[in-house]
């Protein structure tokens, strides 16, 4: 009995020993695939945080704005480029906020229709004006991407974007150029056939002056004639005068020839632009006054050119003064001898007035505010006065309208600079 209790008991410590063996066996095989996939994890770990690294280089370093946002198009991340774009300090400024918060609303219906396309899995592109948190406009171009997930769902809309605000700019200049040089090429033509019929008028307007003037003489040496008579002649003659004068400076304003400086009698040229404006003036209601301090007579400049300015002027003024309607409606060209070196030249209308953001533009080529206005005249005269070593300036009066001014050099001091 002994026997058959020890050769059990030794059977079990066999069978036990045997299990024990077969237990260790499955653990270190267990704790080797564990390891295996502990490892295996942590290098996919590792390859995932590389690529997140990688795609935070790219996305921190584009010269581009790019932004991810989802459907609602609530944002939920921005490149530094971005953040310049819309004028934010930080990302907290952006995140979380809602990208039409910063699409003009004339183009926030397109770009959701884009947003819903791109969530069906299209890529979309549009351009629209941007508005940035401090008051920026800018034309964008964006290029919009379906960002998806392992599953392959579409999670966020990711977006390319760049500024092409000074692209469009240049094209527009361009363009603008383009049609300028086009309309300066028809207007030199029309100077020179104003040119050519100025030449054919003024030989019967010289010769209408020459009959009155033969007519007159005739009747007074006679002594037949009437005193109505003589003065109707005097008015013909004059008359026919001032019209001669007024086409050789149409013949002036449109030659080719290159004008030289010489001593010119400032309140001359003015009597001679305001003869010149004046009709107009009249058939709309507009007074043209003269104010000229007789001390400020030679100045030394190119008379075409101070003609050409004022002419400018004038007529502006007197445009604006017709658009806007009103009584009391006049324009006031003065001369004021300044010192011994200057004389000081002014146009004051009592138009509309220029707005107080576009007076630093006025001066700039193309800018106008008239439909089929060229936009030239002003750059034009201030590149002359400036070529006389002045500048026309603006301002905006008192009650109304605005006062433009420049100054002319004395011709006195200007031959004694030529002489040293």
């Known amino acids: 009995m002994s026997v058959l209790i020890a050769w059990v008991c030794a059977a079990a410590a066999a069978a036990a020993l045997v299990a024990l063996r077969l237990s260790s066996r499955r653990a270190a095989a267990l704790r080797l695939r564990l390891d295996s996939e502990i490892e295996a994890r942590c290098a996919a770990e590792q390859r995932h945080a590389e690529c997140e690294r990688r795609f935070e280089t790219v996305f921190e370093s584009l010269p581009e704005c790019m932004k991810l946002h989802g459907e609602d198009g609530v944002i939920r991340t921005m490149n530094p480029v971005g953040l310049a774009m819309v004028d934010a300090d930080c990302p907290a400024q952006v995140v979380g906020e809602s990208v039409y918060r910063f699409i003009a609303p004339e183009y926030q219906d397109r770009y959701r229709a884009l947003t819903a396309a791109v969530f069906r899995g299209e890529t979309c592109s549009m351009e629209f004006r941007l508005l940035g948190l401090k008051g920026s406009e800018r034309s964008i171009e964006t290029h919009v991407v379906p960002a998806r997930d392992h599953r392959g769902q579409v999670i966020a809309a990711m977006a390319l974007t760049r500024d092409v605000t000074k692209v469009q700019d240049a094209e527009d200049r361009a363009r603008r150029h383009l049609s300028e040089l086009a309309r300066m090429a028809r207007i030199a033509s029309m100077g020179e056939m104003a040119s050519g019929i100025a030449h054919e008028l003024n030989q019967p307007l010289t010769a209408i002056a020459t009959y009155a003037g033969a007519g007159l003489r005739k009747l007074e040496s006679s002594g037949t004639g009437s005193p109505e008579a003589i003065a109707l002649l005097n008015d013909i003659s004059a008359q026919a005068r001032r019209a001669g004068q007024i086409i050789r400076n149409i013949r002036g304003l449109v030659s080719r020839s290159e004008p030289s400086t010489t001593a ?157």
């Open 264 to 420: 010119v009698d400032v309140n001359d040229v003015v009597r001679t632009v305001v003869g010149l404006v004046e009709p107009e003036a009249k058939q709309q209601g507009i007074v043209v006054r003269t104010d000229l301090d007789a001390a400020a007579s030679l100045v030394c400049a190119r008379r075409i050119e101070i003609e050409q300015v004022l002419f400018n002027l004038l007529k502006n003024a007197i445009e604006a003064m017709s658009e806007s309607g009103g009584a009391d409606r006049h324009v006031t060209v003065s001369t004021r001898r300044l010192d011994r070196k200057q004389v000081d030249v002014s146009v004051r209308d009592s138009g509309p007035g220029i707005p107080a953001p576009d007076l630093a533009r006025v001066f700039g080529p193309f800018y106008t505010t008239k439909a089929d206005g060229m936009g030239m005249g002003l750059s034009i005269s201030r590149s002359i006065i400036e070529a006389h070593h002045s500048q026309l300036s603006v301002q905006p009066n008192a009650d109304r309208g605005v006062t433009f001014r420049f100054t002319l050099p004395t011709a006195r001091v200007s031959a004694l600079k030529v002489a040293a």
